[in-house]
């Protein structure tokens, strides 16, 4: 059961605000020099971050800050928080162009983030983890995901996910189908479901990245990461085999019916809801929803006609049926011109007690070394996908949004609706996509 544990101290030691305040701290550290001399003097240090305030990772934190104050008075960890994604790399950015990150700041493992590495502003997240003896203990899929291109670490992963396609078995008994084994059998599912009056596949097109997920499925089986390593410097093209046939595959989803009418205007609420009312038979989620889809949350007239499968593969594929999406997160960087003692000696405390007090709420830690806490009101789904995490192959599947330039992402997820929604042609969309990338991805790779 999640456990959130909370006190007075706790209450009192930690501050949560919305402005920024004073960094604090000296000169600046060399960011492999992850051990610096000096006395640890107790001051407020700042995260900027982006995860939802009711989440797991601050509520743990926030537990953790609070400990570590009751030791050195005068210690403050200050979260600045902008849940919203846009608003915050908004801030993020603007921050980082003023010189005036905080000690302790959330990013993704963009270009942008690495300038600031080679720039000499983010400490090294592997030589800080391996000297603070945790760097062994994090699972392999879980720091690769944070990993620049030319594999360096210089974020920290505070969680670990794994995506699932759940599904309705009685829906899909119904229809008189099974499990996919293949991409390629998914029009031919949906075409079946529709036929039996279901609607296929509950879909937040809304938020628009798990559309995107979908385009990230086929290329990731015929080539593996590389093609989007690749196409988002302009290496690659959509023109290409890989790109040409998530472009085909898209649109047969789109004319076999497979997503829900109105799916582009559908929440994250509502698409859920599809899958747990039973209207919809199939549902592409992470574990962070194992609250909601593995235990006695789950609506009652569906709970025990639901289950998982992975991202099935295809003929051929460059990559493992254990190889699928399998996300840390957005990790935190640790500012090098802010670090001294303090911040080593807080993340020594924090890191070594964090994979534990997380675990314990029913997440997946991003470490090995750390048993999650099975809810006592979970069902048998519950446990086998925490299980998942231990079976999870060397290849990741990263997703698109994080790895694209800003303004080719942006008409990405804009021309994917227009091709599910048979407005576009497969070919126009190949032509379109190509023309942005070769427009935008030189200018923000340079």
Same mark, same amino acid.
């Given at each position: 059961?999640?456990?959130?544990?909370?006190?007075?101290?706790?209450?009192?030691?930690?501050?949560?605000?919305?402005?920024?305040?004073?960094?604090?701290?000296?000169?600046?550290?060399?960011?492999?020099?992850?051990?610096?001399?000096?006395?640890?003097?107790?001051?407020?240090?700042?995260?900027?971050?982006?995860?939802?305030?009711?989440?797991?990772?601050?509520?743990?934190?926030?537990?953790?800050?609070?400990?570590?104050?009751?030791?050195?008075?005068?210690?403050?960890?200050?979260?600045?928080?902008?849940?919203?994604?846009?608003?915050?790399?908004?801030?993020?950015?603007?921050?980082?162009?003023?010189?005036?990150?905080?000690?302790?700041?959330?990013?993704?493992?963009?270009?942008?983030?690495?300038?600031?590495?080679?720039?000499?502003?983010?400490?090294? %997240? /592997? +030589?800080? =983890?391996?000297? &603070? #003896?945790?760097?062994?203990?994090?699972?392999?899929?879980?720091?690769?995901?944070?990993?620049?291109?030319?594999?360096?670490?210089?974020?920290?992963?505070?969680?670990?996910?794994?995506?699932?396609?759940?599904?309705?078995?009685?829906?899909?008994?119904?229809?008189?189908?099974?499990?996919?084994?293949?991409?390629?059998?998914?029009?031919?599912?949906?075409?079946?479901?529709?036929?039996?009056?279901?609607?296929?596949?509950?879909?937040?097109?809304?938020?628009?990245?798990?559309?995107?997920?979908?385009?990230?499925?086929?290329?990731?089986?015929?080539?593996?990461?590389?093609?989007?390593?690749?196409?988002?410097?302009?290496?690659?093209?959509?023109?290409?085999?890989?790109?040409?046939? %998530? /472009? +085909?595959? =898209?649109?047969? &989803? #789109?004319?076999?019916?497979?997503?829900?009418?109105?799916?582009?205007?559908?929440?994250?609420?509502?698409?859920?809801?599809?899958?747990?009312?039973?209207?919809?038979?199939?549902?592409?989620?992470?574990?962070?929803?194992?609250?909601?889809?593995?235990?006695?949350?789950?609506?009652?007239?569906?709970?025990?006609?639901?289950?998982?499968?992975?991202?099935?593969?295809?003929?051929?594929?460059?990559?493992?049926?254990?190889?699928?999406?399998?996300?840390?997160?957005?990790?935190?960087?640790?500012?090098?011109?802010?670090?001294?003692?303090?911040?080593?000696?807080?993340?020594?405390?924090?890191?070594?007690?964090?994979?534990?007090?997380?675990?314990?709420?029913?997440?997946?830690?991003?470490?090995?070394?750390?048993?999650?806490?099975v809810p006592a009101n979970a069902t048998p789904l519950y446990r086998r996908a925490v299980d998942a995490a231990d079976e999870v192959g060397d290849e990741l599947a990263m997703p698109w949004d994080t790895q694209l330039d800003p303004t080719t992402n942006t008409r990405l997820q804009h021309e994917l609706v227009l091709l599910v929604q048979g407005d576009v042609t497969p070919a126009e969309f190949v032509s379109t996509m190509d023309d942005a990338l070769a427009q935008n991805a030189p200018k923000y790779f340079k």
């Open positions: 059961m999640k456990r959130v544990l909370r006190s007075a101290w706790v209450t009192a030691a930690v501050a949560l605000t919305l402005t920024v305040a004073g960094c604090g701290g000296s000169g600046g550290a060399d960011p492999g020099d992850v051990n610096p001399s000096g006395s640890v003097k107790p001051r407020e240090i700042s995260w900027l971050l982006s995860r939802p305030a009711d989440g797991a990772v601050i509520r743990t934190m926030t537990e953790l800050a609070g400990e570590y104050a009751q030791d050195h008075p005068g210690f403050r960890l200050n979260l600045i928080t902008t849940p919203d994604r846009p608003s915050y790399i908004q801030k993020y950015e603007t921050l980082a162009a003023a010189d005036k990150l905080p000690e302790l700041f959330d990013t993704d493992a963009t270009p942008f983030a690495q300038k600031l590495a080679k720039q000499g502003r983010m400490m090294d %997240a /592997a +030589k800080l =983890l391996e000297s &603070l #003896g945790v760097y062994d203990t994090y699972r392999k899929a879980a720091l690769d995901y944070q990993r620049f291109d030319d594999g360096s670490l210089y974020m920290i992963p505070f969680e670990y996910q794994l995506e699932f396609f759940w599904y309705n078995k009685a829906l899909l008994a119904k229809a008189g189908v099974g499990v996919p084994k293949s991409l390629d059998d998914f029009p031919a599912l949906c075409t079946a479901l529709r036929k039996a009056g279901v609607t296929p596949i509950a879909l937040d097109g809304q938020d628009q990245w798990p559309l995107e997920r979908y385009a990230a499925y086929q290329p990731f089986r015929t080539d593996g990461s590389s093609y989007v390593r690749d196409l988002k410097k302009n290496g690659a093209k959509f023109a290409d085999p890989a790109g040409e046939k %998530a /472009a +085909k595959w =898209l649109s047969d &989803l #789109g004319r076999a019916g497979c997503f829900a009418e109105g799916f582009s205007s559908t929440g994250y609420a509502d698409a859920q809801n599809q899958f747990t009312t039973g209207k919809a038979a199939v549902y592409n989620i992470g574990t962070w929803e194992l609250a909601s889809l593995a235990t006695d949350k789950l609506n009652p007239a569906v709970r025990d006609d639901v289950d998982f499968f992975t991202l099935p593969t295809t003929a051929g594929s460059a990559t493992a049926a254990d190889e699928f999406v399998a996300p840390s997160g957005i990790g935190m960087a640790v500012n090098a011109r802010t670090y001294d003692p303090l911040v080593r000696d807080f993340l020594k405390f924090a890191l070594t007690e964090y994979p534990q007090r997380y675990a314990a709420t029913g997440e997946l830690s991003p470490t090995t070394n750390a048993e999650t806490t």
